[in-house]
């Protein structure tokens, strides 16, 4: 008995040209608006380069556009933070590296946010060999030959990376503990500064990202030694890494990770995962990052999450060992 005005009422909102219920519900699922993409880096560099890309492909399969906002500062703290206090409804993410998710934990004791407490990860978008280089004059090709000659001289030479707290230190102390060697760590504000003096001969080694190692490869000022990854990079395949060479406790790379505010709903957040999911294997868009030395490698919300959890404990044990710390 009950039916009839539900019926009814279903009735005249379609003959007042208004939608049923049902269809309101229907209209306002996720996304029914922009999404706000927050790069805590400035305009013009690596992650913000890669970021547009993937948000270009990520708007049109869910239908709205994604807007990139960037939000750079105290190591990528300023946006990471942004993005933890935003409203858990999906509408704003965070595309960074691990230098917010498991870096800045590591040096910096007074976060605004928990990498682990604050995000709710999406998935990895794609990640970026570390490579050892050495001046072209260095009398050095090989793992072996680099571990015997800095040995020879224990504490003469250095090694250059583009700034401190940064993923390139981390990987080269964890390089001298593997290797049992010492050098002094020159670090430098970006990688582009450092990159000259390797040329230049001011220091005898770096160690820098595959994307910002190729072009100057080319040139024959500098020359690859080794990765700091477990497996080679599709960029670099003729590159050995440290583990091919009997160093398999280094293993250490960038990555770039999608994630939101804690606590995004569950259809939320596994329509965002979709997505990025499609978006990384979309042929287009695997070229456009490839092009941009960035290996498109997708990885899963869970799989994110687990990487951070795994990777946390190694980073400040480097940074206790090395005495690494931004504060």
């Known amino acids: 008995m009950n039916r009839l ?18 269809a309101l519900a229907a209209d306002t699922g996720f996304p029914s608006r922009p999404i706000t993409l927050v790069i805590p880096f400035p305009p013009g560099g690596a992650t913000d380069v890669n970021g547009r890309v993937i948000a270009q492909r990520l708007g049109k399969e869910l239908g709205q556009p994604v807007v990139i906002e960037n939000r750079a500062g105290a190591g990528t703290v300023v946006g990471a933070s942004y993005v933890a206090k935003a409203a858990p409804d999906g509408y704003t993410l965070l595309i960074s590296s691990g230098s917010t998710f498991t870096v800045n934990p590591a040096i910096r004791s007074n976060l605004p946010y928990d990498p682990v407490k ?11 060999a570390l490579i050892l280089l050495a001046n072209s004059e260095v009398p050095v090709q090989t793992v072996k030959q680099f571990v015997d000659y800095v040995k020879a001289s224990p ?18 102390e964890t390089m001298l503990h593997a290797t049992g060697l010492k050098m002094t760590h020159v670090p430098y504000k970006g990688s582009a500064p ?16 595959v994307s910002a190692a190729i072009p100057q490869l080319k040139s024959g000022k500098i020359k690859a030694i080794a990765l ?11 590159v050995p890494t440290f583990a091919e060479s009997g160093y398999a406790g280094i293993d250490m790379d960038s990555w770039l990770m999608v994630a939101g505010p804690k606590g995004l709903p569950a259809d939320v957040k596994a329509k ?56």
């Open 5 to 22: 005005p539900l019926m009814v009422g279903t009735a005249l909102l379609s003959c007042l040209g208004l939608a049923p219920l049902a």
């Open 118 to 128: 604050s995000f709710e990860p999406i998935g990895i978008a794609g990640r970026v």
């Open 155 to 172: 504490g003469k030479y250095s090694y250059g990376s583009f700034g401190t707290g940064t993923t390139a230190q981390f990987a080269g």
């Open 194 to 209: 450092a990159m000259t003096d390797l040329m230049g001969g001011q220091i005898p080694f770096s160690i820098d990202t």
């Open 228 to 238: 700091t990854t477990a497996k080679r990079s599709a960029l670099l395949p003729d």
């Open 272 to 327: 965002l995962e979709k997505a990025l999911a499609v978006t990384i294997a979309d042929p287009d868009t695997r070229t456009k990052l490839l092009g941009q030395g960035l290996e498109p490698t997708y990885s899963n919300a869970a799989a994110a999450s687990e990487l951070i959890t795994r990777e946390l404990p190694l980073m400040r044990a480097v940074a206790a060992r090395a005495n690494i710390t931004a504060d």
